[in-house]
């Protein structure tokens, strides 16, 4: 389990530019669960995955994973081996030459030498690209391409919590289709997924749990249903379908 | 136009009228083409075979490219690839800079078109302390300040919030009430409902091009379309105004 106990993160902290990010969230992410994420940029969803895998670490109270603090220097390898996070820009997390050796780096970072070709391909398989993706460039494939691969190098260890950043964000109903049938199976898996998202129809027709962010503040978590019930909650956290109120 | 890369095309046998004052929304999965017939617009990428003419220009033409360009504003997704300058005015004026506008050309500009986006007062902010939403505003703006007969964007929604997108795709919706062009890649058929045309481009072809009421329907059998009963809904109630 993930464990967020009054959890607060600030921005350039004791600086003129100090900026609060989350504020005393208190928050439970376990394993087989699938939780939605959603709330105004800024709002400190990132944050709130950054923190649960430890890439931040809170500046007041605790986070916790499989009941290691993350500020645990000691535990710092084991963090980061249970949890993987998937960010918005998916160009921002490439650096090698082809998409085989994308996906096969961060199974080498961790010492896994074990039938890295086999791993690899079965990945990029459950996500959706075929074997002749491999020798591609990664930075010369289309953006929905890209997150794709993205997913493939993140879930390739078989971390127990992952974060998405966005994951849907430019990609079309297939790659979409795709995205879910990897989380379910992620879930069925056993592990926690965290989905953060701005996509009302991804979350109205996929997830069952969901947790709004506003100004820093967890003001949501439980059943999507009843958010989207809360019309008043809705329009407070600027969350709506933006196409249907053109005027 | 090829693809060394893929041995194949990208694009193929593609022909296209857009006229001036249209929206045209192209859809169609990832690696369909989308991007690529974009970028053939704006002459960044010259056609292989056959020609793209912009008012009379043809793309291929090396010495018509400036003058293209002139006429068109392209918006990325990502604005943060597009934002080159430490202030938002500075951003804004950077393209009338290397045109060599004066003075006060750019700084009338930098005030209207910084109004038009909703961003005035903003003229000294750091642009990476923006929102997302007021980031895709700014590369708006730096992208209209020339005035362009066509607005070229690039999934300009799909990293915003919901209120970001609303903001943006009604600021896009004004500016084409000025008789300009609009060519919007978007993965979002709610956002498509509201075009001209559609132009749904499959494996580097064109499949349908028409109206979105002509269009949508046709294209729900596609797996790598997602449309919602709410579109299907808004076009009814379109038609029948």
Request: charge should be neutral.
């Amino acid at each position: 389990m993930i464990k967020f106990e009054n959890s607060s993160y600030y921005y350039s902290r004791k600086t003129p530019f100090e900026t609060k990010a989350l504020s005393a969230v208190s928050l439970e992410i376990r394993k087989g669960e699938v939780l939605a994420v959603m709330g105004r940029t800024g709002s400190g969803k990132s944050t709130l995955s950054q923190l649960a895998t430890g890439l931040l670490l809170p500046t007041e109270g605790s986070v916790e994973v499989d009941a290691m603090n993350t500020g645990n220097k000691k535990a710092r390898f084991d963090i980061t081996r249970k949890t993987g996070i998937v960010f918005q820009y998916p160009e921002a997390q490439f650096f090698s030459p082809t998409v085989y050796e994308e996906i096969a780096f961060a199974l080498k970072n961790f010492g896994i030498t074990d039938d890295i070709q086999r791993r690899v391909r079965e990945v990029l398989t459950d996500v959706g690209l075929d074997v002749t993706y491999l020798e591609r460039n990664p930075f010369k494939l289309s953006g929905g391409e890209q997150r794709l691969v993205a997913i493939a190098s993140t879930i390739v260890w078989n971390p127990d919590y992952i974060f998405f950043d966005e994951p849907t964000a430019g990609l079309d109903a297939k790659g979409k289709k795709r995205v879910k049938q990897v989380i379910t199976t992620l879930a069925g898996d056993n592990r926690g997924v965290v989905v953060v998202t701005h996509d009302m129809t991804l979350v109205r027709d996929f997830f069952e749990k969901l947790a709004v962010m506003s100004d820093g503040e967890l003001v949501f978590y439980g059943d999507k249903k009843e958010f989207f019930r809360d019309e008043k909650l809705m329009k407070e956290t600027g969350i709506f379908d933006p196409f249907r109120y053109i005027s | 136009m090829d693809d060394a890369n893929r041995q194949g095309n990208i694009l193929s046998n593609i022909s296209l009228e857009i006229k001036q004052g249209e929206f045209v929304a192209l859809v169609g999965g990832n690696g369909s083409g989308k991007s690529t017939l974009l970028k053939m617009i704006n002459s960044i990428l010259k056609p292989d075979s056959g020609e793209i003419t912009v008012f009379g220009m043809n793309t291929k033409d090396e010495a018509m490219v400036l003058e293209i360009r002139k006429k068109i504003g392209f918006v990325f997704q990502n604005p943060e690839n597009q934002i080159i300058a430490s202030t938002v005015e500075e951003d804004v004026v950077f393209g009338m800079e290397n045109l060599g506008f004066s003075r006060e050309i750019m700084k009338t500009r930098l005030k209207e078109t910084l109004t038009f986006v909703g961003l005035q007062g903003y003229e000294k902010k750091n642009p990476m302390n923006l929102s997302g939403g007021q980031k895709q505003r700014l590369t708006i703006a730096s992208a209209l300040v020339l005035d362009p007969e066509i607005l070229l964007l690039d999934e300009p929604l799909s990293m915003l919030d919901p209120e970001g997108q609303r903001d943006i795709f009604q600021l896009i919706l004004k500016y084409r009430r000025n008789n300009k062009t609009v060519i919007m890649i978007t993965h979002d058929m709610e956002a498509a409902a509201y075009s001209d045309k559609i132009c749904f481009i499959r494996r580097g072809r064109i499949e349908k091009y028409g109206s979105p009421q002509m269009v949508i329907p046709s294209l729900r059998k596609y797996d790598e379309i997602e449309c919602s009963d709410w579109v299907m809904e808004h076009l009814k109630n379109k038609g029948s105004h």
